[in-house]
């Protein structure tokens, strides 16, 4: 059986300044840096968006296969940090710009045994998308128009 791709896309386009705005299906986001980086704190930073989309991943993945386990989810919060050396982006050699270390914090009220719940947990991790992305190599192709 071929394997079937779906695609998803973003268009973005810059405003002004370190002003993005991204378009998704019919979904607008301001992405923008903070004051302090020289941004006029319109929205939250790719960086920012990038730890926010890990998070609704997993609590999209919980919701979604609840249900299959048996599972009531009652509530979840999540928090994630991520933690990176600024330098890298400026060009410090030897420093990668991107992120050390990404923690995620979540509370989970459920309703259920609790082998489906660990089950859950274990299947939303496994299953998350935007996590498979952080976790391994994705090809990344980059054209770019002059």
């Not at 019919?26 to 020289?38: F, S």
């Not at 995620?104 to 299953?127: D, F, Y």
């Amino acid at each position: 059986m071929p394997k079937v791709l779906a695609k998803y896309t973003a268009k973005l386009s810059l405003q002004e300044g370190l002003n993005v705005l991204s378009i998704s299906r019919n979904h607008k986001v301001t992405l923008d840096e903070p004051k302090h980086l020289g941004g006029t704190d319109k929205g939250p930073s790719p960086i920012e968006l990038l730890l926010a989309a890990l998070g609704g991943c997993q609590i999209i993945s919980l919701a979604f296969f609840a249900p299959k386990l048996g599972v009531n989810l009652k509530s979840v919060e999540t928090v994630v940090e991520g933690y990176l050396d600024p330098r890298g982006f400026m060009g410090v050699s030897g420093v990668r710009p991107g992120f050390q270390r990404i923690r995620i914090s979540t509370k989970i009220q459920a309703e259920g045994p609790s082998e489906k719940i660990k089950e859950l947990v274990k299947l939303a991790e496994e299953r998350c998308p935007v996590n498979d992305n952080i976790k391994n190599n994705t090809h990344i192709e980059l054209a770019v128009e002059t």
